[in-house]
């Protein structure tokens, strides 16, 4: 951040000689500080940086600017969220990555296409890149402000049969849910549920699940039900399961004919 107010003068003048000089020197509470005082500044003078950092020729070598440049061609105006860009880290994800962001911490899904999961919140706090009302004060009471790298999260990885994968995402410190990717193919696999509602959504392919046909979209899946993921013949599925917990285990097990069912005792198979 320092770095940037260095290279992008307007940035340093709308957060002010006080507030640069304790980045510098890494004080406690230049973080909140800085962020803060960027968050309270006035529309107008926010407006007046964005224009005279966007207007600056553009560096291939610097991202955080050009990304700066197509967020204020996303969002004109002077929203504050474009500056936001020289605080955060940038991250690219590639797929099967998982990005695990703790409560309270700003952040914000720029492009591509993602799947989020977050425990049961009551409201969400915009900070900017919108044209609707942010209460500056809630936002920054609510904010945890820590100097760190992004946390990418490894899955879990589960070969249930010859020609099915899962991956499991489930942060150390949240007990609140976990997210499943399955990748199926052949004659399919089953997936015992947890007692609880989960969520699949179909990201790519087509088949059964459970007895009813699906392409992309979602699939509420009943408590304590297990799931059964059938590719369409000669195809793969893709599918993404949300369910509250740990306690989610993939085992490789034969598929029910239709109308069947399976024993929910291994032993008895």
């Keep these: 951040i320092s770095a940037f107010c260095k290279k992008f003068p307007e940035l340093g003048s709308l957060l002010g000689a006080d507030i640069c000089k304790q980045l510098d020197e890494n004080a406690d509470g230049a973080l909140k500080n800085a962020y803060s005082t960027l968050m309270r500044a006035g529309g107008k003078a926010v407006a007046e940086a964005i224009t005279?950092?966007?207007?600056?020729a553009p560096d291939a070598g610097d991202e955080a600017h050009s990304l700066a440049v197509e967020l204020d061609r996303q969002f004109p105006g002077g929203d504050v969220g474009v500056l936001s860009v020289f605080?955060?880290?940038?991250?690219?994800?590639?797929?099967?990555?998982?990005?695990?962001?703790?409560?309270?911490?700003?952040?914000?899904?720029?492009?591509?296409?993602?799947?989020?999961?977050?425990?049961?919140?009551?409201?969400?706090?915009?900070g900017g890149l919108t044209p609707k009302y942010k209460d500056v004060e809630v936002l920054l009471k609510s904010l945890v402000f820590e100097s760190?790298?992004?946390?990418?999260?490894?899955?879990t990885h589960v070969k249930c049969g010859a020609e099915c994968e899962a991956s499991t995402y489930a942060p150390d410190d949240i007990d609140d849910f976990e997210v499943v990717k399955v990748d199926a193919a052949g004659?399919?696999?089953?997936?015992?549920?947890?007692?609880?509602?989960?969520?699949?959504?179909?990201?790519?392919?087509?088949?059964?699940?459970?007895?009813?046909?699906?392409?992309?979209?979602?699939?509420?899946?009943?408590?304590?039900?297990?799931?059964?993921?059938v590719p369409e013949a000669g195809t793969e599925m893709e599918v993404f399961i949300g369910a509250c917990g740990r306690n989610y285990t993939v085992l490789e097990r034969p598929v029910p004919p239709p109308g069947g069912r399976v024993s929910p005792n291994p032993e008895d198979q």
Excluded: W
């Design 52 to 56: 005279a950092i966007v207007s600056r």
């Design 148 to 155: 760190r790298p992004a946390s990418i999260l490894r899955p």
């Design 187 to 229: 004659e399919g696999q089953l997936v015992p549920s947890k007692q609880c509602m989960s969520m699949g959504i179909i990201i790519s392919g087509k088949g059964t699940i459970n007895g009813m046909s699906v392409a992309q979209g979602e699939v509420a899946i009943r408590a304590g039900a297990e799931i059964s993921i």
């Design 87 to 126: 605080f955060l880290n940038i991250v690219h994800m590639v797929p099967g990555q998982c990005l695990h962001l703790k409560a309270n911490t700003p952040h914000a899904y720029v492009s591509g296409d993602i799947m989020e999961c977050m425990a049961c919140s009551d409201n969400v706090i915009r």
